[in-house]
């Protein structure tokens, strides 16, 4: 387990959220493939699979930004930065986590007042369902809450860590080496193996 604070902390709640939003994807899928077939073979419609398909990405998306953010999985260009030294290469990874930090801040605050005017005006879907809009939108907004708070920290994180000098900002909110990319595919390759037939090779 990686000995970040932050992730030994929120780490447990972002990947269940994100395992959560894994499944809703997953239930989607099922229920547009159903009302596929039904409609094909019985000339039957369940109503709404479109609808709510987009309603759980939505929320299976703003609810997997913090487990990225988590994984250092979001996109960086390190063509340069892995040229500079340790102490240069901090300060490019501490704006980087407070550019993300302030991204994800205005994503909820405007989130929010999105959720705001449709509670205010009772807004609904122009869909049969006439779905309150507000609700899929406050599993949405809560997402990029989430996401909100975990870069706050992060970034006040990082940044503490290039005041102090601790060897931990690289490892922790910098771009991931090649190396490391490799070996985090090596141990996933390895735990499929060993979980679909035993010890892998």
């Known amino acids: 387990m990686d000995d970040n604070p932050l992730e030994r902390i929120l780490g447990p709640v972002v990947r269940l959220v994100a395992l959560l939003g894994g499944y809703a994807i997953l239930a989607v899928a099922v229920f547009v493939s159903l009302e596929v077939v039904l409609r094909r073979t019985v000339g039957v419609s369940l109503q709404g699979a479109d ?20 994984l250092r999985g979001h996109t ?10 340790r102490r240069a290469a901090g300060v ?3 704006l980087a986590m407070l550019a993300i930090a302030g991204m994800a801040v205005f994503l909820f605050w405007r989130g929010w007042s999105v959720m705001g005017e449709s509670i205010e005006f009772r807004s609904l879907s122009g869909t049969p369902s006439q779905t309150p809009l507000w609700v ?10 989430l996401f909100a708070v975990y870069s706050v920290l992060a970034a006040g994180h990082a940044l503490w860590l290039a005041v102090t000098g601790h060897p931990g900002l690289h490892r922790w909110y910098g771009a991931k080496s090649l190396e490391e990319e ?20």
Do not use: C, H, N
């Open 51 to 70: 609808e709510f398909g987009g309603y759980a990405l939505a929320a299976a998306a703003a609810f997997g930004f913090a487990y990225t953010l988590m």
């Open 76 to 85: 960086r260009i390190e063509l340069v930065l892995e040229r500079l030294p």
């Open 92 to 94: 490019f990874d501490v």
């Open 136 to 145: 899929p939108q406050a599993v949405w907004v809560a997402g990029l809450g």
């Open 182 to 201: 490799i070996a985090e595919e090596k141990a996933s390759v390895t735990g499929r193996g060993t979980g679909i037939g035993g010890d892998a090779p």
